[in-house]
Nanobody
Framework: EVNLVESGGTLVQSGGSLRLSCEAS????????GSWLRQTPGKELEWVAA????????FYGTSMKGRVAISRDNARNMLYLQMNDLKPEDTAIYYC????????WGEGTLVTVSS
């Protein structure tokens, strides 16, 4: 059974930092590109960051660029998102995603940033 399980979401004050984690199982994780996306109620799903299968290449969306870092540990089947200088507008459900010819999603973890 394929699973992506996010963790690390919590309430944090504006200016704070969080690291989100995503544990993958049930598929060959290191064959897949890893991504983080987020969604705020009433808004479209927004892509945050992506990382190549071997971790050598990273890509960032404009909204959090310079404040986030995506990484992965293929030996542990883990994907991470380090978020710094968080702002209230970063409040969202953050989703882990793995894709190649097939796409897998986690159920999300809620990040709430208070002002």
């Amino acid at each position: 059974e394929v699973n992506l399980v996010e963790s690390g979401g919590t309430l944090v004050q504006s200016g704070g930092s969080l690291r989100l984690s995503c544990e993958a199982s049930g598929f060959t994780f290191d064959d897949y590109v890893g991504s983080w996306l987020r969604q705020t109620p009433g808004k479209e799903l927004e892509w945050v960051a992506a990382i190549s299968w071997n971790g050598e290449n990273t890509f960032y969306g404009t909204s959090m660029k310079g404040r986030v870092a995506i990484s992965r540990d293929n030996a542990r089947n883990m994907l991470y998102l380090q978020m710094n200088d968080l702002k209230p507008e970063d409040t969202a459900i953050y989703y882990c995603n793995s894709y190649r010819d097939t796409e897998y999603w986690g159920e999300g973890t809620l990040v709430t940033v208070s002002s």
